[in-house]
């Protein structure tokens, strides 16, 4: 019994011992750096691949300091999000801003004096950013910035390149539109150099039905960041563009990735580049790709779109063209825009209404039974054979000449 007894002793003082020794020892605590977030507002669509940013910092400074995240929120216009960074640059804790919002990146990039390092990755214009060679890299102190946008009248005249055009409309949010107003005297500038008539389409957040405030006499349309579109809402807009009545080709340099692969499906015709990159990466941010699954579906089939939507798996232009994403694989830039010259020629040898018309009854051939369908086709058949292009139409075939809308 004592021998046990006096076991027990040890080992209690030994772990007693231990114990103190332990709490005697000196801790080195990690350094706190706080960060502070600033987003345009609740319901950002974005929100996600913002959080991206977030991500790669902690990344890149957990293990050296304790990293506390601070989110601070505008409420979608230049005032809410003015006041937002006015606080976070005047509170004593903050040791670095980060702007992950779309239009806070352009409110803060007009900002002359920043108090506090600050990192703005979705610049718009860099012209908005009043630089100084002198105070470093990015010609601002404490700043640094990072932009992938090209300047809006060189996309006015990629455009032009194709097709002759005159009524523009833009989608933009609305607090995007009246956030920074030098962004939209450039657009509107850039567009009256080139003889384009400009027209602005904002988003306000509640009414989703954007297509239906487009003109009738519209030539085209620039879809920009939608933030606060939901996704059912900018499902929609993706079915509305479907729709549209003109023919819709698609050319692909770069990258198309995420929705950017999902609009791609939209197109009647999809011109890429052999080196393009694809990739449908929405499960890599732990995000479903909702709303354009069923377009992907419906471009290459079920078996092929479940491995690449479960998997993000990333593709080339090649193989983009064997999954049936793309209808033509051209060498480069050059030959891409040769090969949409070409189609946008055959497709004008067609007459617009006739155009219209077919594109109605191939939509709807993915919600009308056989029986609807057959319907359907012969009614718009019927109306056109009673149309002036019709009329015209056969007229030219019987005088062996082109008809007016080929001319």
Same mark, same amino acid.
């Given at each position: 019994m004592s021998l046990s007894a006096g076991m027990r002793c040890r080992w209690n003082t030994g772990f007693l011992l231990c114990v103190v020794m332990l709490f005697a020892t000196p801790v080195v605590?990690?350094?706190? =750096?706080?960060?502070?977030?600033v987003t345009d507002g609740p319901s950002d669509r974005f929100e996600n691949e913002h959080q991206k940013y977030i991500d790669e910092l902690m990344a890149l400074t957990s293990s050296e300091f304790d990293v506390q995240i601070r989110r601070r929120s505008g409420d979608w216009n230049r005032d809410s999000i003015t006041l937002v960074l006015d606080q976070t640059y005047a509170d004593p804790d903050v040791d670095l801003v980060l702007v992950t919002g779309f239009i806070s990146n352009q409110i803060a990039a007009i900002r002359k004096i920043y108090s506090k390092p600050t990192f703005l990755p979705q610049i718009i214009d860099t012209a908005l950013i009043e630089r100084d060679e002198a105070a470093g890299r990015s010609g %601002? &102190?404490?700043?640094?910035?990072?932009?992938a946008y090209?300047?809006?009248? #060189?996309?006015?005249?990629?455009?032009?390149?194709?097709?002759?055009?005159?009524? !523009? @409309? !833009? =989608? @933009?949010?609305?607090?995007?539109?009246?956030? @920074?107003?030098?962004?939209?005297d450039r657009a509107y500038a850039a567009s009256a150099e080139r003889g384009i008539n400009l027209i602005l389409v904002t988003h306000d957040g509640i009414d989703h039905n954007l297509m239906n405030q487009v003109p009738a006499e519209t030539d085209a349309v620039f879809v920009a960041g939608l933030p606060r579109m939901p996704e059912a809402d900018?499902? &929609? !807009?993706? &079915?509305?563009?479907? *729709?549209?009545?003109?023919?819709? @080709? %698609?050319?692909?340099e770069g990258a198309a990735m995420a929705g950017g692969l999902g609009l791609a499906c939209l197109a009647d015709v999809?011109?890429?580049?052999?080196? *393009? /990159?694809?990739?449908?990466?929405?499960?890599?941010?732990?995000?479903p790709p909702a709303q354009i699954t069923p377009? %992907? $579906?419906?471009?290459?089939?079920?078996?092929?779109?479940? &491995?690449?939507? !479960?998997?993000?798996a990333r593709f080339d232009g090649v193989e983009a063209g064997r999954l049936g994403f793309a209808h033509f694989v051209v060498n480069d830039a050059a030959a891409l825009d040769? /090969?949409?010259? #070409? $189609? $946008?020629?055959?497709?004008?040898?067609?007459?617009?209404g006739a155009i219209a018309r077919t594109k109605e009854i191939i939509n709807a051939t993915e919600q009308l039974g056989d029986d609807e369908l057959v319907q359907f086709a012969a009614e718009r058949f019927a109306d056109c054979m009673l149309s002036d292009e019709a009329k015209e139409g056969l007229t030219a075939f019987a005088e062996k000449r082109k008809p007016s809308w080929a001319s």
């Open positions: 605590a990690q350094q706190q =750096f706080v960060v502070a977030v %601002v &102190r404490n700043l640094n910035y990072l932009t090209a300047d809006f009248g #060189e996309d006015l005249d990629t455009l032009s390149r194709f097709i002759a055009y005159r009524d !523009l @409309v !833009l =989608f @933009v949010d609305a607090g995007l539109a009246s956030a @920074v107003q030098a962004l939209q900018f499902g &929609r !807009l993706m &079915r509305g563009i479907r *729709a549209l009545p003109q023919l819709l @080709v %698609v050319l692909i999809t011109i890429t580049t052999g080196d *393009a /990159k694809f990739a449908l990466t929405e499960v890599t941010l732990g995000i377009v %992907v $579906i419906k471009r290459i089939g079920a078996s092929e779109a479940r &491995r690449l939507l !479960l998997t993000a040769l /090969k949409a010259q #070409e $189609i $946008i020629n055959q497709a004008k040898q067609g007459a617009p």
